[in-house]
């Protein structure tokens, strides 16, 4: 006889960028029914980038988000020169790796420090932890200054950059302004040093999973702007075979899609995938410090995330420096290509793990179709199965403790709702009046 049905319902989740909420059936036989529900607007980005200029594809799709623009940027121009049969030079390849330094340490500081922290410290927001924790508060601004000054110097703004063009840069700083940033991402890397070590001292909760791991993997570096598609369970593909693998779908609860392995079903995208593909990529002092801690690579349970973010931190302030330390100056700030009738596809490594873009253009170079697939957008089915497969384990605790837990593990993705909020497609039907 099935017990008493409960549910846990949570009509907007707080600390998550956008609005979404969470419905939990539930007894004491198991888990009946869960859905992360996204009721945010469908922002129709898509639509509005057809019959714009292919150069216009970098601005526009960098508004899908303030906190990670340069994702969209940078998915963006390595489409549309896939496209056109652009190839970066080496120095311009170099400094768009850097720019990505400044945003994984922007994105990853704010989350762990404003959004995800209070979670394992017993406090509502990061205001109330503040008065008790200052230091760690006032560790991970500094942090995030740094990457700050890193997308300000090369993006010409902190937030929406706008120095980035398909072939390159508007325009390029010299060495000096570079080389002043050294002290500042020096004295970055020792803070971020302790805050990894902070992190990993944090309570977690024992909740190993076994993921379908999904991420670039390149053997020249930890990935960023460019790789092959690999999973822990054989996936082996080039970006230009995504759709061959991947199919997103709608569901009745959410205005974002649900993004599927077409062999498989859920899988996970964002730092613990790209950690655990790609542990052997990280430089020595980093893989250094996380084995000292007992962070080796694969991590499996969603809690410690957190301290897998402060690892790619400190490992984005070391690539930084290595890249500044040895910039070339690009002959040209960026490189010319005519328009011509194509299509192009590229995949980069957002903060919140795969972001994946297709445009096709006309001879006129105008866009005449585009498809954009958010790292949300591929991690709400895997949130899901988070909750389903978790909740069981914590039946035991009261109905309060239950619903906070389960929001933490939404917090655990650092999910960007308003990235991930488009629909499959819009059927219009227009029916004739009867006695017109």
């Excluded at 292919?54 to 899908?64: M, Q």
């Excluded at 400094?95 to 994105?107: D, F, H, N, P």
């Excluded at 670039?216 to 759709?243: A, K, T």
């Excluded at 958010?374 to 988070?386: C, L, R, V």
């Amino acid at each position: 006889m099935a017990g008493k049905s409960k549910t846990i319902k949570v009509d907007y989740l707080a600390r998550v960028e956008g609005e979404g909420a969470l419905y939990i059936r539930y007894d004491d036989h198991g888990v009946h029914e869960v859905q992360l529900k996204i009721f945010e607007p469908p922002r129709f980005f898509e639509a509005f980038l057809r019959g714009r200029d292919y150069t216009e594809a970098p601005d526009i799709t960098a508004r899908i988000c303030g906190i990670c623009p340069v994702a969209y940027q940078m998915s963006a121009l390595h489409a549309m020169e896939n496209a056109l049969g652009l190839m970066p030079t080496e120095p311009l390849r170099n400094l768009r790796r850097l720019l990505y330094c400044g945003e994984w340490i922007e994105s990853h500081m704010l989350h762990i420090s404003m959004l995800h922290a209070p979670d394992f410290l017993g406090y509502p927001n990061a205001v109330a932890m503040a008065k008790d924790h200052p230091q760690v508060v006032q560790r991970a601004l500094e942090i995030k200054k740094t990457g700050n000054a890193l997308v300000r110097l090369l993006g010409g703004r902190e937030v929406h950059p706008i120095n980035v063009r398909v072939g390159g840069f508007y325009r390029v700083p010299n060495r000096e302004v570079f080389q002043a940033l050294h002290p500042q991402l020096i004295e970055a890397r020792i803070l971020a040093e302790l805050m990894v070590r902070w992190a990993a001292g944090l309570p977690f909760p024992h909740c190993e999973q076994s993921y379908e791991c999904v991420a670039l993997s390149s053997p020249r570096e930890y990935p960023m702007n460019e790789g092959r598609i690999v999973s822990n369970r054989g996936l082996d593909i080039s970006v230009q075979d995504y759709e061959k693998h991947f199919r997103e779908q709608q569901v009745p609860h959410s205005t974002a899609l649900h993004s599927v392995l077409i062999e498989r079903g859920a899988y996970l995208v964002g730092p613990m995938a790209r950690y655990n593909l790609n542990y052997p990529q990280l430089s020595e002092g980093v893989r250094g410090l996380a084995e000292e801690l007992g962070f080796k690579a694969p991590c499996n349970n969603p809690f410690k995330s957190i301290v897998v973010r402060c690892l790619e931190v400190l490992y984005a302030l070391e690539e930084a420096l290595r890249l500044i330390d040895g910039f070339q100056a690009p002959d040209e700030p960026y490189l010319v290509a005519e328009p011509k009738e194509a299509s192009g596809c590229a995949a980069t490594e957002a903060p919140r793990g795969l972001l994946y873009h297709r445009y096709a253009i006309n001879r006129e170079g105008k866009i005449t179709f585009a498809k954009i697939v958010a790292p949300t957008s591929q991690n709400q089915k895997t949130i899901e199965d988070d909750l389903r497969l978790m909740l069981p384990k914590f039946m035991h605790l009261p109905e309060q403790q239950l619903q906070g837990l389960c929001e933490r593990a939404i917090r655990n993705y650092d999910p960007c709702i308003s990235c991930s909020t488009h629909f499959l497609q819009l059927h219009l039907q227009h029916e004739a009046k009867r006695n017109s």
